[in-house]
């Protein structure tokens, strides 16, 4: 059983090129990432640029055989983000294959956001742009608002590294790579929530001063002060990666 989807707005000769799981995996392009399960092609189609994720396993421990299969999570997930408001790379196409009820074979395809860069990157190279106060606030409160919504729906991204963090250079921030991202509860979704922040200060303790980190947690929080569970929360927060890097 195979189910492929095409979105609406993909050009002509785009539908051609991802008309079915077959032609995708067929595709031919610049290598851009590769591991057990997946691989990740950049493609150029009638002079526009596309990446493409071929998944061969559905995902690792239980999900190899139950629950949604990696490359399904990660389209629903950056769909949701659209959904909520929430800037993320463009999903194209999509879909899986299934046989004798498995998992086989499964591709997402986003479209290329022109001009961007990984903030993982930014800090890799000592950008300049990551001393600059008003693009710092812009994008700082860019990405606090996409957050809050996030957990705001009981959602967590559980991969938010500066790694999956876009932005070009009028300092607008776009989210990718979610496949690990879903929804919890009560202290579970509190544990995440933790897990979500420290991935982001992980980085940021090393580029940005202490107040800069503390402006972005008030706008996450949208208050001007910090309260005796927001205290309670950074002590976690920094804590969590302890003897873990």
Same mark, same amino acid.
């Given at each position: 059983?195979?189910?492929?989807?095409?979105?609406?707005? %993909?050009p /002509?000769? =785009? !539908?051609?090129?991802?008309?079915? @799981?077959?032609?995708?995996?067929? +595709? #031919?392009?610049?290598?851009?990432?590769?591991?057990?399960?997946?691989?990740?092609?950049?493609?150029?189609?009638?002079?526009l640029?596309?990446?493409?994720?071929?998944?061969?396993?559905a995902?690792?421990?239980?999900?190899?055989?139950?629950?949604?299969?990696?490359?399904?999570a990660?389209?629903?997930?950056?769909?949701?983000?659209a959904?909520?408001?929430?800037?993320?790379?463009?999903?194209?196409?999509?879909?899986?294959?299934?046989?004798?009820?498995?998992?086989?074979?499964?591709?997402?395809?986003?479209?290329?956001?022109?001009?961007?860069a990984? %903030?993982? /990157?930014? =800090? !890799?190279?000592?950008?300049?742009? @990551?001393?600059?106060?008003?693009? +710092? #606030?812009?994008?700082?409160?860019?990405?606090?608002?996409?957050t809050?919504?996030?957990?705001?729906?009981?959602?967590?991204?559980?991969?938010?590294?500066?790694?999956?963090?876009?932005?070009?250079?009028?300092?607008?921030?776009?989210?990718?790579?979610?496949?690990?991202?879903s929804?919890?509860?009560g202290?579970?979704?509190?544990?995440?929530?933790?897990?979500?922040?420290?991935?982001?200060?992980?980085?940021?303790?090393?580029h940005?001063?202490?107040?800069?980190r503390?402006?972005?947690?008030?706008?996450?929080?949208?208050?001007?002060?910090?309260?005796?569970?927001?205290k309670? !929360?950074?002590?976690?927060?920094?804590?969590?990666f302890?003897?873990?890097?």
């Open positions: 059983m195979s189910g492929w989807q095409l979105a609406a707005e %993909l /002509a000769a =785009a !539908r051609e090129a991802f008309a079915d @799981l077959d032609r995708v995996f067929a +595709l #031919d392009g610049e290598w851009v990432a590769e591991d057990q399960m997946s691989r990740v092609l950049r493609v150029e189609v009638a002079g640029r596309y990446y493409v994720k071929q998944y061969w396993g995902g690792k421990g239980l999900r190899r055989w139950l629950g949604r299969p990696r490359v399904e990660e389209w629903q997930n950056l769909r949701l983000f959904q909520w408001g929430i800037p993320a790379a463009p999903v194209v196409a999509w879909g899986l294959e299934r046989r004798l009820g498995c998992f086989a074979r499964g591709a997402l395809i986003t479209a290329e956001l022109a001009g961007t990984d %903030l993982a /990157a930014l =800090a !890799r190279n000592h950008d300049p742009r @990551l001393r600059q106060r008003d693009w +710092l #606030d812009r994008v700082s409160r860019q990405l606090a608002e996409a809050r919504l996030m957990h705001r729906h009981g959602f967590a991204h559980n991969d938010l590294k500066w790694r999956n963090l876009l932005v070009d250079q009028t300092g607008n921030l776009y989210l990718i790579d979610c496949p690990t991202g929804f919890w509860w202290p579970l979704l509190d544990y995440r929530i933790v897990k979500d922040l420290a991935c982001l200060d992980k980085v940021a303790k090393y940005l001063s202490r107040s800069r503390l402006r972005f947690y008030l706008q996450y929080r949208g208050r001007e002060r910090l309260s005796a569970n927001d309670r !929360r950074l002590r976690k927060i920094l804590a969590f302890e003897g873990r890097e």
